[in-house]
């Protein structure tokens, strides 16, 4: 379990409502280890996120401290494997980020990272609080994680796309990269990025949760049913590059490090991938050209076409 707040709550974990009382937490506990010690064939996995759990909610003081966000927290979407990007308290963590002032050269950049995920979100957020009803903050983190998971999950997309763009901003002045490309009919494109390793497409998701790669697709527990991600990424990236006309040199799942086990991964034939899936503490490397194919691209010519023809949602 991380910090994510697409990450299934304490009370999720353990089975109960965030409104049961501590004997009704304590007995949920007792059950969830029993059901899940590898002693008794349980999984060691399941059997760590439930002793988490009861680590954040199992006293007064924790389960106080839990609810109502006073505990410091790294962000969720750390860029790095496990390096903090934004730090502060969990409302900090959730809310968008502030503007960098340092004089670093940064990687041109155009659109809007996370916006529109975040606008699905605040609008989901207040569908589900009561239409009409005002939301003081909506990024407090009571209120956050008293929500429904999908809802909670809408904001991890925000967040994953705007730790993506904060790593590749630190690339440098010799990176373009475009955010929330429309994509027509299949929704948008989360980024494109263009360096001399090529022009790239990205999709940056949080799950809540551990994926694998089975016959082509990225499955697990924590996808929504029909959920097929490679393929709509395939396809959000096949309308852009019929919009544009522009051709990609790889199309890449970005996806928080606690997600899988290894920094990139295949997705299709070795010699012609449909995608990679990559750890977010990777993309430096796969996009510096370590896994890239041969050639490059001639990045004046692509960043011309695209500044004329990219669309934005």
């Known amino acids: 379990m991380t910090d994510s ?18 004997e009704e937490l304590r007995r949920a506990y007792r059950r ?19 002793q988490i759990a009861w680590e954040r909610v199992g006293t007064p003081a924790a389960r106080r401290a839990y609810d109502t966000g006073s505990r410091p927290t790294s962000a969720p979407t750390a860029p790095s494997g496990g390096s903090d990007w934004r730090t ?37 957020e207040r569908e ?21 998971r999908f809802i909670r999950r809408l904001l991890g997309e925000a967040l994953a796309e705007e730790a ?7 690339m440098g002045i010799g990176v373009t990269v475009w955010h929330d490309l429309d994509a027509g009919a299949e929704g948008k494109l989360d980024h494109v990025v263009l360096m001399p390793s090529g022009l790239w497409a990205l999709e940056s998701i949080d ?19 029909g959920e097929r991600p490679v393929k709509e990424l395939v396809r959000a990236a096949r309308a852009v590059q019929k919009q544009t006309r522009v051709r990609f040199t790889g199309r890449l ?11 990139v991964q295949l997705v299709g ?8 899936v990559v750890r977010r503490s990777a993309l430096g490397q796969v996009l510096n050209g370590v896994w890239s194919p041969e050639g490059a691209v001639d990045v004046f010519e692509v960043r011309d076409r695209l500044q004329q023809t990219v669309r934005f949602v």
């Open 32 to 50: 969830a280890a029993r059901e899940t010690h590898p002693d008794l064939g349980g999984d060691a996995v399941r059997f760590r996120r439930v």
């Open 88 to 124: 502060g308290t969990a409302r900090d963590a959730y809310a968008p980020p502030t503007a960098r002032r340092d004089s670093r050269p940064r990687a041109r950049s155009h659109g809007h990272p996370g916006g529109r995920s975040r606008e699905v979100f605040l609008a989901a």
């Open 128 to 148: 589900w609080v009561g239409l009409g009803d005002p939301i003081d903050d909506p990024y407090d983190p009571s209120l956050i994680r008293s929500a429904p």
């Open 164 to 170: 993506t763009a904060s790593i590749v901003a630190d």
């Open 253 to 263: 799942l970005v996806v928080p490090d606690s997600a899988v086990d290894v920094d």
């Open 5 to 22: 707040p697409a990450d299934a709550t304490p009370y999720e974990v353990l089975g109960v409502a965030a409104t049961a009382d501590d």
């Open 269 to 276: 034939p070795q010699r012609k991938p449909t995608a990679f």
């Open 207 to 225: 799950w809540g949760g551990p994926v694998r790669i089975e016959h082509g697709e990225v499955v697990g527990e924590t996808l929504e049913p």
